[in-house]
């Protein structure tokens, strides 16, 4: 009776709203014709604006992670040495992607469940000027920590102009403000199937002037990831290869749908729905494993100490069908994660906190029902009463 009611409330992939599903099941076109280019000119101003940038914004298929390995071989010359911060399982992804390519990387750890600190990045490059550049994962999806990759930029910047700074946006670009130019960033990546409410399939990403630069001079960029094709036909509004079209249509009407609930608004929306999902977990004394300034407006990840998060997690999709999302590598079986990205409302974050509060009884937590739900409302109510008076 309820097979498609799902639940899904995991950092990625994300529900699709309708009208983007609608949109996706438009008839097929040729990629040559004139449609596809009126279609890749609707788009262009649009995505510039999520990524801040006055770069076009490149369109690959692939899901993130090609991205991230196509910023990889665009911009690292062979025998050049990198530094990769790693918060978490996303940075560590770098490093085995640079690895993949026998390329010098040193990698910066940073404890789990806290974000990265600009300062002592810039005196790392500082102190190892032959650092060709720096990468790093905007929202580490598997701690739910934001890292400040702004300030970031700005600090490594400041201490040798040519460092290149990469950054994975892929778990809250379009959740979360980025201001890609203003910062300095150098190459950013995103994904569809996170904030932009897409399926897998499509990555985006724009590049700097200083990085076109590096990239320009370097001889071995691969064939299919090579950006300097990407660049050249998105120019003339096409792709090098066959683009994902079912998908590009769903982009064309989610950047409708951006434009039109405001991008200002978006990324309030998901910071109230940050706030509300951390107020009422603890409210529920649930242990955050990041903190109140590190939490992502994307994800929230609980570490719980008085019960197990996998019998948690399925209470809540055998009675509800609610996914959530555990653990990954060392924090496997430790903690819990709610995506609240995209398609996401501050009334869905209500529901899986009701029925959270649920499946933590039966998993044997000593809470008071209602408890949750009750400070997400009041977390609400504070950030919206303005515009109830009026
Ligand atoms: C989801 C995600 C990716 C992309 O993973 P794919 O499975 O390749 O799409 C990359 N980086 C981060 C931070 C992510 O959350």
Redesign the pocket.
């Known amino acids: 009776m309820l097979q498609d009611y799902q639940l899904l409330r995991i ?2 992939p994300t529900p699709i709203p309708p009208s983007v599903e609608r949109a996706m099941a438009k008839p097929m076109i040729g990629h040559r014709g004139n449609e596809t280019s009126l279609m890749i000119q609707n788009i262009k101003p649009r995505l510039k604006k999520v990524f801040g940038t006055t770069q076009d914004v490149m369109m690959l298929t ?7 390995e196509a910023a990889i071989v665009n911009v690292v010359k062979p025998g050049d040495k990198v530094l990769v911060v790693a918060t978490g ?2 940075g560590n ?1 770098f490093t085995k992607i640079c690895e993949a390519y026998q390329i010098n990387v040193e990698e910066y750890k940073v404890e789990w469940g806290t974000s990265l600190n600009p300062a002592e990045i810039a005196e790392y490059v500082k102190a190892n000027p032959d650092i060709k550049a720096v990468f790093s ?6 701690t739910g920590v934001l890292n400040p990759v702004g300030k970031l930029a700005q600090a490594v910047h400041a201490v040798n102009d040519e460092t290149l700074v990469i950054i ?5 670009m379009a959740g979360v403000e980025t201001k890609m130019d203003e910062w300095g960033i150098d190459v950013v ?1 995103t ?1 569809s ?2 904030a932009f409410m897409l399926p ?1 399939g499509l ?1 985006f990403i724009a590049v700097s002037e200083r990085a076109w630069k590096v990239i320009e001079s370097n001889p071995k960029k691969g064939f299919y990831l090579d950006l300097t094709k990407y660049r050249d036909n998105l120019a003339k509004d096409t792709t090098p290869f066959t683009p994902a079209l079912s998908l590009l249509f769903g982009l064309e009407q989610t950047l409708e749908n951006f434009e039109q609930e405001g991008l200002e608004n978006v990324y309030a929306r998901h910071q109230l729905m940050r706030d509300m999902t951390r107020a009422a977990f603890k409210a529920l004394n649930l242990p955050l494993f990041a903190s109140d300034e590190d939490g992502s407006p994307t994800v929230t990840s609980v570490k719980p100490d008085d019960f197990d998060p996998e019998a948690f997690r399925k209470v809540l999709k055998a009675d509800f069908n609610l996914s959530i999302a555990g653990g990954q590598q060392t924090l496997k079986g430790k903690i819990f994660r709610v995506g609240h990205m995209g398609y996401c409302a501050p009334t869905d974050v209500l529901q899986y906190v009701a029925a959270m509060e649920i499946a933590l009884v039966k998993v044997g937590k000593d809470i008071q029902l209602g408890a949750g739900v009750a400070a997400a409302q009041a977390v609400y109510l504070q950030n919206t009463t303005e515009k109830v008076a009026q």
Not at 137 to 142: D, I
Not at 168 to 172: F, L, R, T
């Open positions: 950092p990625g692939g899901s993130g992670t090609s991205g991230l399982v996303f992804r994962t905007y929202c580490e999806t598997s994975d946006g892929v778990s809250c990546v994904g199937q996170k897998a990555n």
